[in-house]
Structures are given as C-alpha cells and as structure tokens.
C-alpha cells in the first residue's frame, strides 16, 4: 500500500509468514491480476497492480478492522496513521476525509450523478495550488475517484487529482512521506496552511476566500 515494489522475502517478514506462504499466495495474486512482478537480477518484486486494487485493499482493511482482524500495532505510529497515510498514491487518513468533506463544501467537487466531478471552481482551485489539471485530464487514469477510508470509514480522494495533490504538499514542504511505515507527517506550517484550506466553512464564507499558497 505504500506504492513501491518488494521482494517475497520482504512481505513475508511484514506479513509475519514463511517465505514459501508468501511466494505461493503471491503466485495466485499475480495470476488472478492484482499484481504486478518485475525481475531485477536475482530478485523478484511484486508491487500492486493499480489504484484500483489499492482502493479494494483499503476496503477490506475496513472491514478486517470491523471484525477485529486488523494487524495493528499498538502505540503513537497507529495515531499517525490514523491522522494521515499514504493510501497507494494519494492521502488517506483523518487529514484526507477533511480535505474531501471540504472540497465538495467548496463545490469544488461535485458527486452528484453517481461520479465524481471536478468543477470549474475546482479548476481554479488546483491551478492556484499549482496542479496541472490538463496534463492530468490527459493522462490515462481517473482524474477523481472517491477511494473508503478504512479508518474513518468514508471517502477521500483518489484518482490523478488525489496523486497531484498529494504530490504537491510535499512540493511546498508543507508534508513528509515515509514509505516504510506509510506515514505522512505534516510540518507545523503545512497542518496550518492545510487547515486553512480545508476547513469547514459555509458556501457564502467562501466566496471571498481566496486561495493563499505559502511554502
């Protein structure tokens, strides 16, 4: 889920399996398509096979929590994780649930119809934020996509958008990503600038809120 490639010997450990556990369910996962492998000189890397699996994986952590099932690690990491995380590509967490909660406030977003769609609003919006939503329109992947958090257990933003805007917060260094435990933590300045972004507001409040991008 952190987006990058691994060896069966590293799943196996982060699984808490044998190795040969851990090439056989990995032989099933690639052959039914989920999976993506790579051979690079004597090792093998399995990494996932799209943003769709990621957001059917994010689904069942969900449930997994639900039934008590989840591998949870007790401690101050599962309250980062929580607040924040990298959900393949994109931000997933508290932080991301508020940021679409907000975007659709702003009518930014607009889910109505039965898929999300970005405004013109929102164009304006992820311009000013510095996002190339051309370039991203051009591209083969979904530009919005709503993805279920498993910890909030409501939508946040997937697609191209959610990567670039992902992307972005670390551009300005308002946020940090470790890849190893999928945290992102964000800086004194980017929780403010974030929240400001963000936050809750009526639609007549924002309507002269301008968009205010500090690094």
Not at 16 to 29: C, V
Not at 80 to 94: K, P, T
Not at 157 to 175: H, N
Not at 189 to 199: L, W
Request: aromatic letters at 6%.
């Amino acid at each position: 889920m952190s987006g990058k490639a691994l060896t069966a010997t590293e799943l196996a450990a982060e699984a808490g399996i044998m190795a040969q556990t851990a090439s056989a369910h990995l032989a099933r996962l690639h052959g039914g398509g989920l999976l993506l492998a790579r051979k690079q000189g004597r090792h093998k890397y399995f990494a996932l096979a799209s943003t769709d699996v990621a957001g059917v994986l994010e689904a069942l952590m969900g449930l997994a929590a639900d039934a008590g099932h989840l591998r949870s690690r007790t401690g101050p990491k599962d309250k980062a994780l929580r607040q924040a995380r990298i959900c393949y590509n994109h931000l997933a967490g508290d932080m991301s649930v508020q940021m679409f909660d907000s975007l659709i406030a702003q009518n930014f977003l607009d889910p109505s119809g039965g898929r999300l769609q970005l405004t013109e609003p929102g164009r304006d919006f992820a311009a000013k934020l510095g996002v190339d939503i051309d370039k991203l329109a051009a591209g083969r992947s979904e530009l919005c996509r709503e993805c279920l958090d498993w910890s909030k257990r409501r939508s946040h933003l997937a697609g191209s958008l959610g990567r670039a805007m992902l992307a972005r917060f670390v551009e300005l260094g308002w946020a940090r990503l470790d890849r190893s435990t999928r945290i992102v933590t964000f800086t004194t300045t980017g929780s403010r600038q974030f929240g400001s972004m963000f936050e809750k507001r009526t639609a007549a409040e924002n309507c002269n809120s301008p968009l205010q991008v500090e690094p």
